[in-house]
């Protein structure tokens, strides 16, 4: 008699993603869908365009007042987002 290995759903298909290359760009997916709800209703109303390069996340907003209140907390923005995705995705964010 052998042993089998047991192994999640969820398990697999990470692994799966990861195998693939896909991991990353679904993480980064995840994290800009996740802005509007990590920032609030009122800072995403400011919201432009959010896109990632290069492990930082650029936030374009319309209203240079919100830009320096949102530089002074944007480590807790990016730690708040990293947990929400579950994963270490972005280093940094840049307010334009």
């Not at 994290?31 to 109303?45: D, Q, R, S, T, Y």
């Amino acid at each position: 008699m052998f042993r089998r290995e047991v192994k999640s759903i969820g398990d697999l298909v990470n692994a799966t993603l990861r195998n693939q290359g896909m991991e990353t760009p679904l993480l980064q997916m995840r994290l800009i869908e996740a802005w509007p709800i990590v920032a609030g209703a009122a800072i995403a109303h400011f919201t432009t365009d959010v896109h990632i390069v290069n492990q930082t996340l650029f936030v374009k907003l319309n209203a240079p007042a919100l830009r320096s209140d949102l530089n002074m907390r944007r480590q807790e923005f990016v730690a708040k987002l990293n947990e929400y995705v579950g994963n270490q995705v972005i280093a940094d964010i840049r307010f334009n």
